[in-house]
């Protein structure tokens, strides 16, 4: 192991930037070249065949088989000429990677004949084998039918030669199986419940569309060093691994210049999102040594979340053409920050308007703060059920650190805004409001656009953070499906969206006027969403205690965490608005518990066996060494010299022991107490066993290696260490 690590560092040192960028003209002129989006349906699709997608997109209606066959075979045409030779259906399973089984074109007619085929049935229906996608219970393992279907609002694409199909996945019952059946029905629920709210202010609107523009960090590293750490190969983060003396302090890698082979990288992976229609915009250097973001403009919330799996698929891909590897964990390095998926969220009309960005009078001004006091009240009521969405193993080790929002919900909102709702709060009443105070108010509520050009904060120690024009939900993790995330923030908001007008209606029954009716509601769901509203620093010690005086929530383990998805009030949630079953999110609790558990379970037997098979091993040959230097000196010198030049070797060899020891008992216990919970047959209790007592066990362990890391001769030491892994040059 140790030769192979020398191996490695010595092809990281012969390493050049790869030029394989293939950039023929402008990135415009490759946009979407790999998408059959509507200019290419154009071109290929009959004019009835383009507006039946076309009415699927915007209006959700069911495409007819006739016209189903009309556009798979314009699909197939557009596809086939691209160069593609097999298609798939493309979903989201709940493993949190993306799944696909690929079928050729090629078709033996009875005659003997071989011809390309693709029709309608194959588009819009498939039946994959579903026995080995997680299900919570759904379905049992011998029950393996599955069903994905197409859903036309999200673009076929061309990828490795394969004419990719965006579908849903759901069961032999129609129960969903995947991340996006959920969330094209929150997307739905909410497209109603803002239409509804809009209406009250132009009538025009008809249509109101979540937008999603996702934040995605991420880790390099060398694939010859990745490939000499089995932690980093098994379980995407580094089990063992002392700090390296320079880390992030300084503070000179966040938006330093890019090194020459990360950028020839970067290059190439746009180019293909580019082809593959995913507007990616930024990149940069991120905090940590070897940390990078990259982001896109804002799209569709549905076509944003394939755009991401999408993407992170795509960077790996890419990645190996350069000898990089591409870690998507949250905290794969002990000691620096770890990586996030921020999730930027707005709702936009049909006639432009963006909900969440103030407009220029009082009454365009009112329907924003609607939305904004909606989206605050959402996270309130709904605050586990929102942590319950990012929550994860990963997500776990970063959460709550000086690095990433504190599993504590809060919302920010900056102090020019927050002031506005407390004087809301103070002026508004329940009795009818003078004129004078109607029109003081409306004129304060005007002023919304001149002071929020100077509300430039952001706190990014907040989980949920409005930033001038949309929420910032910054808590979510960097592997993480975005569907989860969003499918959560769409439902909840929907939900106080629709309870809003149902208030505002009945105050109008009883004759309040509409203005004054609407201003009331606002005030009472600002009163009682008031505890959630946070503008300080959420690192410190002090808002822990003051938000547990607030009676605000604080689950710090993923296991506790996910409990939210079998809760009453959240089962009646999501039954409501008709997005997920009181069995489909018990599968979901289930699911959660299962992945946390087998993923606990490689990682302590992948860091048992490092330790039991390398680093005790290379300790005692180390040892070894040193015990014949302090024999051979014993021979040379005399007695009382050689207590003074033995002392540095005798006290290593004693610590060697020590942390040997330690070690050996550790792993024990690490194994016995995994072999407790595996005895359990509930996978609740099982995954709480591994989180209370299995979990810390990896800690224990790791601390002695860590020591002796800095103790073994570093030619002798078998794994790559943190300062080789970390500087990419």
């Known amino acids: 192991m140790a030769r192979n690590r020398f191996i490695a560092l010595e092809q990281l040192n012969n390493r050049t930037a790869v030029k394989i960028d293939n950039r023929d003209g402008r990135d415009s002129d490759l946009f979407g070249i790999n998408v059959f989006d509507k200019i290419k349906m154009r071109q290929y699709l009959s004019r009835e065949a383009y507006l ?70 194959m588009l819009v229906q498939q039946e994959p084998d579903a026995s080995s996608f997680p299900s919570g219970g759904i379905r049992n393992t011998f029950e393996a039918r599955g069903y994905t279907a197409w ?7 061309i990828s490795n030669n394969t004419l990719c199909i965006p579908t849903i996945f759901v069961s032999y019952t129609g129960e969903a199986l995947d991340h996006k059946t959920p969330l094209l029905k929150a997307l739905t629920t909410i497209d109603k419940a803002a239409v509804d709210i809009c209406q009250l202010f132009d009538k ?66 746009e180019l293909e999102c580019y082809k593959l229609g995913i507007p990616v915009k930024t990149r940069h250097n991120e905090v940590a040594p070897n940390q990078y973001e990259c982001a896109p403009i804002f799209e569709e919330a549905n076509l944003a979340v394939d755009h991401n799996q999408l993407l992170m698929s795509t960077m790996k891909r890419i990645a190996h053409k350069h000898k990089f590897v591409v870690i998507m964990h949250e905290k794969p390095y002990k000691g620096i920050n770890g990586s996030g ?19 220029k009078n009082p009454k365009s001004n009112m329907q924003f703060l609607i ?23 990963g997500n776990e080790h970063r959460l709550g650190a000086d690095e990433a929002p504190p599993v504590i919900m809060s919302v920010f909102l900056g102090r020019y805004l927050s002031s506005m709702l407390d004087e809301i709060e103070e002026k508004v009443s329940e009795k009818k409001m003078s004129p004078d105070e109607k029109t003081e108010l409306k004129l304060n509520v005007g002023k919304i656009p001149e002071i929020m050009m100077d509300n430039t904060d952001r706190n990014r120690t907040s989980p949920f953070a409005f930033t001038g024009n949309r929420f910032e939900f910054r808590a979510a993790g960097s592997s993480s499906n975005c569907g989860s995330s969003m499918t959560i923030l769409n439902t909840a908001v929907a939900k106080i969206l629709i309870d809003f007008k149902k208030m505002v209606d009945q105050l109008i029954e009883t004759g309040v006027k509409k203005d004054e009716a609407i201003f009331q509601v606002i005030r009472k769901y600002i009163i009682d969403s008031k505890k959630i509203r946070f503008e300080g620093n959420g690192y410190g010690e002090e808002w822990i205690k003051e938000a547990e005086e607030r009676g605000l929530t604080n689950v710090k383990n993923c296991v506790d965490a996910v409990k939210a998805f079998v809760d009453k009030d959240i089962v009646n949630l999501f039954n409501e608005m008709d997005v997920l079953s009181e069995r489909e999110l018990a599968a979901r609790y289930e699911i959660h518990n299962e992945i946390y558990v087998k993923k606990l379970q490689i990682e302590a037997r992948v860091l048992g066996d490092l330790a039991i098979n390398h680093i005790i ?60 919970a595996n005895k359990l047959t509930d996978e609740i209790d099982k995954a709480q066993a591994y989180s209370n007592d299995v979990r810390p066990c990896l800690e224990s362990v790791r601390y002695d290696i860590d020591k002796l890391e800095l103790i073994v001769d570093d030619e002798m030491w078998p794994l790559p260490k943190y300062r080789e892994l970390l500087f990419v040059k």
Not at 637 to 645: I, K, M, P, Q
């Open 617 to 676: 091993p290379t300790a005692i040959n180390y040892q070894n060494i040193l015990i014949n230097n302090v024999r051979g000196l014993k021979d040379v010198v005399d007695e009382e010299l050689f207590n003074d030049l033995a002392e540095v070797q005798l006290e290593s060899i004693t610590k060697i022991s020590r942390h040997i020891k330690a070690i050996r008992r550790n792993v024990s216990d690490m194994v016995s107490k995994r072999k407790l």
């Open 52 to 121: 039946a997608v076309v009415d699927a997109i915007d209006e959700g209606v069911v495409i007819e088989r006739k016209l189903a066959d009309q556009i798979a075979s314009g699909m197939k045409a557009w596809a086939l000429e691209r160069g593609a030779t097999h298609y798939t259906h493309w979903f989201h399973p709940l493993n949190g990677a993306t799944a696909e089984k690929h079928d050729s074109f090629l078709h033996l007619n009875p005659d003997g004949v071989v011809l390309e085929s693709f029709d309608g049935g």
């Open 151 to 157: 859903d036309p609002t999200s673009p076929a694409f």
């Open 341 to 359: 998926k921020h999730n930027n969220w707005s709702l936009m009309t049909n006639t432009g308007v963006n909900l969440l960005s103030p407009g």
């Open 204 to 269: 025009n609107v008809t249509k109101v569309i979540s937008t999603l523009g996702w934040e995605q960090e991420y880790f390099l590293v060398d694939e010859a060093l990745y490939n000499v750490r089995p932690d980093l190969m098994m379980c995407d983060r580094t089990l063992m691994g002392h700090e390296s003396a320079k880390g992030q302090q300084l503070d000179d890698h966040y938006f330093g210049s890019i090194p020459e082979r990360v950028t020839s990288y970067m290059k190439d992976f």
């Open 371 to 393: 939305f904004l006091v909606c989206s605050i009240k959402a996270v309130h009521d709904y605050a586990d059920l929102f942590r319950a969405a990012i929550v994860s193993p």
